[in-house]
């Protein structure tokens, strides 16, 4: 579904991801788990297109999207949710769910959005700055999902997070595995939520994939050793 | 003021108000296309009273051949114009953003001074093309003479003609930027330029199209000028720093702000011109405003949420 291949990222003269490349498959959840300043931010942020890769190929189900702009690559079926929300704070929380919907021309919200998260359409007409953290993580991931992704980025969706909505995220996502055609990349720290809702977990270090595990064989020593600072 | 009776100074307040209001809406279409321009891109059109001035010149081109060559429209071409100068000063403000602006996005002190740069290619343009001289269209004959409704108030008709214009114009962009689904491309970019695209929206369209919009209001703005002064190729200059103070005054990114500012502005200065002169009316204008901008340095209307 997205294939990836030598992808190299810098900020200016200083290469920041060193040529990765990796597959995920048609209804696959991968999880990049890191620690901070490793380049799980800077590896998403050119995958949706608003870093520029330096080299290599981003390939989104057949189609070549590398140096194309963000909303070609919204156009081809990628989502995006960033770090830190980045929802729309004066506009209202429908609002803020109709942006995504340019690309995926639907008139109206659907309905399993709302019925996923139920939150929203209570609060729909409040501005989305008034959201509590955990709301708009999920307004954020509403907004992705109206603009019908076959791949969704998820950003650190628990940083900043009380635990309990960290499992209500969880189950949403897992939820949502179920009701739709969808492949997920979420970047991480926690790994009780990755090891909730990932099939396969990728440690990142400094630019370079470093460890690999699929579910059913996750080695928590290991991957918690690589995450320790 | 000892020498004016009570009645009288009621005329002269409701005469001068009214003159206001015509000052008003000419700087409310303005400030309107500026803020939008200025919202969405953060780009100062330097350029944007000589928007005006196209909008004013074509109204003016129009009133000339009509009454060369299709006499019997005269009563009507005046709304025809409007619409032209709509037209014209879009279509010009489209090319303006797809040859210059759009080019210096990441350069905003660029863009200040390229606009500036247009704005002294275009008032040469107008003297080029219709000579230094002050020009006026003739005004439909419904458009000329006055209401009055009690013995001493004299009213413009002309002037309420020009507060009817501004107020359609003023809900029309309400109802695009609120209700229209380009209008909410717009809130979003103006928010979040970077997130705007990575949610799917074509940020650079929505420029083009937002550019487009708030020249096209300023030619609009430059028909309803005719009405109430006549145009030289300087016209637009006049015009743009008092539509800076209104949007800084009334706070950047809020509408309604802007119509509120709008208000008080060209009311101060109207009323207080009957009673000193003209320039200590604009000093006085503007020192109330520094002080009230010392204490709101985000404008009058600064939306409240958490960032």
């Given amino acids: ?229 | 003021m000892g020498e004016y009776t009570y009645s009288e100074l009621g005329s002269i307040l409701a005469m001068q108000g009214f003159a206001g209001i015509s000052l008003f809406s000419v700087l409310l279409l303005m400030a309107l296309g500026l803020a939008i321009i200025f919202g969405q891109m953060g780009v100062i059109n330097m350029a944007h009273g000589e928007f005006m001035a196209v909008g004013a010149y074509t109204t003016y081109f129009l009133s000339v051949l009509t009454e060369q060559y299709l006499p019997s429209l005269m009563p009507y071409y005046f709304i025809f114009a409007i619409v032209i100068a709509f037209l014209v000063a879009g279509v010009l403000g489209y090319l303006a953003e797809f040859a210059l602006i759009r080019h210096l996005y990441k350069r905003p002190l660029d863009t200040l001074l390229a606009t500036w740069g247009l704005s002294l290619i275009m008032q040469q343009s107008f003297r080029s093309i219709f000579g230094a001289r002050e020009v006026s269209p003739t005004l439909p004959e419904w458009l000329l003479g006055s209401y009055q409704p009690t013995e001493t108030i004299d009213i413009p008709l002309n002037g309420i003609f020009v507060l009817v214009l501004t107020g359609v114009v003023t809900l029309g962009v309400f109802y695009l930027l609120y209700k229209s689904s380009w209008g909410l491309r717009v809130r979003a970019t103006t928010q979040n330029r970077v997130m705007s695209g990575a949610v799917g929206i074509n940020t650079k369209k929505v420029d083009r199209y937002t550019f487009a919009l708030g020249c096209g209001i300023a030619g609009i703005a430059g028909a309803a000028f005719t009405t109430i002064a006549s145009t030289g190729p300087t016209t637009g200059s006049l015009y743009i720093v008092d539509t800076f103070m209104v949007v800084v005054f009334g706070g950047a990114a809020s509408l309604f702000g802007t119509i509120v500012s709008a208000f008080t502005i060209a009311q101060t200065q109207s009323i207080l011109e009957f009673f000193i002169s003209g320039s200590m009316a604009k000093v006085y204008t503007l020192f109330a405003l520094v002080l009230i901008l010392m204490f709101k340095p985000e404008g009058l209307f600064a939306s409240k949420v958490r960032r």
């Fill in chain 1, 1 to 229: 579904m997205l294939t990836v291949s030598n992808l190299k990222v810098s900020y200016g003269q200083s290469e920041v991801i060193h040529g990765l490349d990796f597959a995920v498959a048609k209804n696959e959840t991968l999880a990049i788990m890191g620690r901070n300043g490793m380049g799980k931010t800077t590896l998403f942020k050119s995958l949706i297109g608003i870093l520029p890769s330096t080299e290599g190929n981003i390939n989104i189900d057949g189609v070549d999207v590398t140096n194309t702009e963000s909303y070609r690559r919204v156009e081809n079926g990628i989502a995006y949710v960033p770090q830190g929300r980045m929802i729309f704070p004066t506009l209202t929380v429908q609002e803020n769910i109709e942006t995504g919907m340019e690309v995926s021309k639907l008139k109206k919200i659907p309905d399993d959005i709302y019925a996923l998260f139920p939150v929203l359409h209570e609060m729909r007409s409040r501005k989305g700055g008034n959201l509590s953290g955990g709301q708009q993580q999920q307004l954020a991931i509403a907004r992705a999902l109206v603009t019908n992704p076959k791949v969704l980025l998820l950003d650190e969706p628990t940083e900043g997070i009380q635990p309990s909505i960290i499992k209500d995220i969880a189950n949403v996502l897992n939820e949502l595995k179920k009701l739709r055609d969808i492949t997920i990349i979420v970047s991480e720290q926690v790994l009780s939520f990755t090891q909730a809702v990932a099939d396969r977990i990728i440690v990142i270090d400094k630019g370079e994939f470093i460890h690999e595990d699929t579910k059913d064989n996750v080695n928590t020593d290991v991957i918690r050793k690589y995450l320790s600072v």
